[in-house]
């Protein structure tokens, strides 16, 4: 499976992006979703994650609200909306994928987009 994620970039404080990741191989509709972030001088987190169907999201705390994970199966497609963008949002984002029976770590990874949020 690979992954391509994009639409990373430098935006004001309040502002919107849109982060978008192609999946090519594998059986895209039966794998678990996720983003991860990796903000300057932190280690790799989770931002948010999606079950195979979309039916159930899940998020952390510093971005409830604000972030919406989604999957267009039929494009084999991750997206992540990111509303009121605050600098602390900083960092490089990932898209991540695995099988819905590994329940330990994702198995696929994709290369990451900078996402800049400038106060």
């Known amino acids: 499976v690979q992954l391509q994620a994009s639409g990373g970039g430098s935006v004001q404080a309040g502002g919107s992006l849109r982060l978008s990741c192609a999946a090519s191989?594998?059986?895209?509709?039966?794998?678990?979703l996720g983003w991860f972030r990796q903000s300057p001088g932190k280690e790799r987190e989770p931002v948010a994650s999606i079950s195979r169907s979309g039916g159930l999201t899940l998020y952390v705390d510093p971005v409830k609200g604000r972030f919406t994970i989604s999957r267009d199966n039929a494009k084999n497609t991750i997206l992540l909306q990111m509303n009121s963008l605050k600098p602390e949002d900083t960092g490089v984002y990932y898209c991540?994928?695995?099988?819905?029976?590994?329940?330990?770590?994702?198995?696929?990874w994709g290369q990451g987009t900078q996402v800049t949020v400038s106060s």
């Open positions: 991540a994928a695995r099988p819905a029976t590994d329940v330990d770590a994702y198995r696929w």
């Open positions: 191989g594998g059986t895209f509709s039966t794998y678990v």
